[in-house]
């Protein structure tokens, strides 16, 4: 080794040198590809224990390596060693340089090829924080140090990115897959959990006759038979954020009883906090988030079980049946109670009504029938993306609370069975805006015993209001005679508008799309209206003799 690089790797160890004291032992675990006779780095992390813990025993990923499928000599290694904080420290100084060994412990390393690595903060410091997929929840958002590959890794480790079972394999063994996560394929990693506090918690505790507030902050060190972390040498700081700008910084001194308050003028908005040691740094950080100051409870019964029957409509559309419980509201709870602050009420509501916007505006899609392909689809396969369709339409359907409107100028009896009942919620009454010359169409499975598609309609409703009573679906036909006054086709569920491409009687038939639109208000308004010129479907299918 030359003296440059002797020099680097004590530079290193230096800079890590006061982990050994915080963590006795560390778990190093390393996953890896082996191709064409040559190794190759996948993902690497060294998890650090505190003092009060022990790490586990090390373990491999079967007693050989996994042979990747469709790649002849290709194999991948999965393992976890347990050593020492220094040796494990040793080694991630040595894998910075470029000396990567598979085989910790083993009489002969295994050297493995990786991109060249940086490290992300300097040596000797962490970040906190970090989106982290592969951190366990003890870790309690650990203390990140990565190194960080500078280029795109080997063509094999990208190769076998292509490769369903090798993702699916590197996910049941790192807990992760890092194809997902291009920013940690073929680097390393540190995980230094806090090692002074083993809890940490802050929360509002009281309320004061002139509206002020006392925050109360609680650590519990981290301790064992021989030794206790030092809380004293900790320092709290405290900041709150009020509708997006910064409105308080304080710090608090930390009692080996972990114990202190925090006094604030008025009930606090959004509180975020950091714990930083003398020795050691920022141990932990918490973005700014809102406390949780009442809870509404809202208890539903499930009743009876409503068995709903859909009528055939037709060779390519069989009959189906359907269970829907029917919920009812027995009790609503609130716990807590508002926080006395108008301004501050004021604005939560004009910044939640932003945040809808936004979420409007980013509206999504699905994409329903078959794809064009050089081979035909197979009825199985029509089938599989007609069920598709309908299951996709009905999770929006049962996902109304408040409003389910169905616009459609061809919507039939089928699809107010197939569609329209599957809500359960009683404050739910489906409305149907459907147009006439659907209504014209024969109905009926028996040659020579069809009737108009309206009549039976009507029937149907009539036998649903005996049965569901107020819940029963409201149908309306819309103006415009054979042409009716909206062409398309729309499914309002509470405040939000989907428009549909296909008619709802032949969803997966074809190639169609339904997407949530950004701007709901102005075809609701829309619907609205046209609905107020509507007339009621027993206006125009009048009722057989004897009924009423």
């Known amino acids: 080794m030359t003296p440059g690089l002797v020099s680097e790797h004590a530079a290193i160890e230096q800079a890590l040198h006061g982990l050994a004291d915080d963590y006795p032992e560390a778990l190093v675990r390393i996953a890896s590809l082996r191709a064409g006779g040559l190794h190759y780095l996948v993902f690497g992390w060294i998890e650090f224990y505190p003092f009060d813990m022990q790490a586990p025993i090390g373990w491999k990923a079967g007693k050989r390596p996994w042979s990747v499928p469709g790649r002849s000599g290709w194999s991948c290694g999965f393992s976890?060693?347990?050593?020492?904080?220094?040796?494990?420290?040793?080694?991630?100084?040595?894998?910075?340089?470029?000396?990567?060994?598979?085989?910790?412990?083993?009489?002969?390393?295994?050297?493995?090829?990786?991109?060249?690595?940086?490290?992300?903060?300097?040596?000797?410091?962490?970040?906190?924080?970090?989106?982290?997929?592969?951190?366990?929840?003890w870790h309690d958002g650990p203390r990140i140090h990565r190194l960080v590959p500078m280029r795109r890794p080997s063509r094999p480790v990208w190769e076998l990115g292509a490769i369903e079972p090798a993702r699916d394999?590197?996910?049941?063994n790192l807990g992760f897959d890092p194809f997902a996560y291009e920013e940690w394929l073929g680097g390393l990693a540190l995980l230094a959990p806090d090692p002074v506090c083993a809890s940490c918690q802050l929360f509002p505790s009281a309320r004061s006759s002139s509206n002020g507030e006392t925050l109360s902050l609680q650590l519990v060190p981290r301790r064992t038979a021989l030794r206790t972390a030092d809380l004293t040498s900790l320092t709290v700081h405290v900041a709150e954020r009020r509708f997006g700008a910064w409105a308080s910084i304080q710090s608090v001194s930390v009692t080996q009883d972990g114990f202190a308050t925090i006094q604030a003028p008025q009930p606090t908005d959004q509180v975020g906090w950091a714990i930083v040691c003398r020795k050691r740094g920022l141990l932990r950080a918490s973005e700014p988030y809102p406390w949780l100051n009442q809870i509404n409870i809202d208890t539903a019964m499930s009743g009876a079980i409503a068995e709903v029957e859909v009528p055939s409509g037709g060779r390519r559309k069989p009959a189906q049946t359907y269970r829907v419980a029917q919920r009812a509201s027995v009790q609503s709870l609130v716990v807590g109670g508002p926080v006395d602050d108008r301004a501050r009420a004021r604005l939560q509501r004009l910044l939640a009504r932003r945040r809808d916007r936004e979420r409007?505006?980013?509206?999504?899609?699905?994409?329903?029938?078959?794809?064009?392909?050089?081979?035909?689809?197979?009825?199985?396969?029509?089938?599989?993306?007609?069920?598709?369709?309908?299951?996709f339409v009905v999770g929006l359907v049962r996902a109304a609370r408040r409003r389910l409107v169905f616009?459609?100028?061809?919507?039939?009896?089928?699809?107010?069975?197939?569609?329209?009942?599957?809500?359960?919620?009683?404050?739910?009454?489906?409305?149907?805006l459907t147009g006439l010359l659907a209504l014209k169409t024969?109905?009926?499975?028996?040659?020579?015993?069809?009737?108009?598609?309206?009549?039976?309609?009507?029937?149907?409703?009539?036998?649903?209001?005996?049965?569901?009573?107020?819940?029963?679906?409201?149908?309306?036909?819309?103006?415009?005679?054979?042409?009716?006054?909206?062409?398309?086709?729309?499914?309002?569920?509470?405040?939000?508008?989907?428009?549909?491409?296909?008619?709802?009687?032949?969803?997966?038939?074809?190639?169609?799309?339904?997407?949530r639109l950004p701007n709901p208000l102005e075809i609701r308004v829309m619907i609205a209206r046209v609905w107020l010129q509507s007339r009621p479907l027993s206006e125009i299918a009048p009722s057989p003799p004897g009924a009423g």
């Not at 420290?89 to 009489?107: E, K």
């Not at 962490?126 to 989106?131: G, K, N, R």
């Not at 699905?366 to 599989?384: C, H, K, M, N, Y």
């Open 407 to 432: 616009v459609d100028p061809f919507f039939g009896p089928r699809e107010m069975r197939l569609f329209a009942l599957q809500n359960s919620h009683e404050a739910v009454v489906p409305r149907i």
């Open 442 to 515: 024969l109905a009926g499975a028996a040659q020579g015993f069809q009737a108009q598609a309206g009549l039976h309609f009507a029937a149907d409703l009539r036998g649903l209001e005996a049965q569901l009573g107020r819940r029963a679906p409201i149908v309306r036909i819309m103006p415009g005679q054979d042409q009716s006054v909206i062409h398309d086709r729309y499914l309002l569920v509470d405040d939000e508008v989907w428009h549909c491409g296909p008619s709802f009687n032949e969803l997966g038939d074809r190639i169609g799309v339904i997407v």
């Open 169 to 172: 394999w590197l996910r049941d």
């Open 360 to 391: 409007r505006a980013a509206a999504p899609q699905r994409v329903f029938g078959i794809q064009p392909s050089p081979s035909p689809a197979t009825p199985a396969q029509l089938e599989a993306k007609k069920q598709e369709a309908q299951d």
């Open 80 to 137: 976890a060693h347990r050593v020492t904080s220094e040796i494990a420290i040793r080694w991630y100084t040595q894998a910075a340089t470029g000396n990567i060994n598979l085989a910790l412990g083993a009489p002969s390393p295994v050297p493995a090829i990786a991109p060249g690595l940086a490290p992300e903060p300097t040596w000797g410091h962490f970040a906190t924080s970090v989106d982290v997929p592969f951190t366990l929840p």
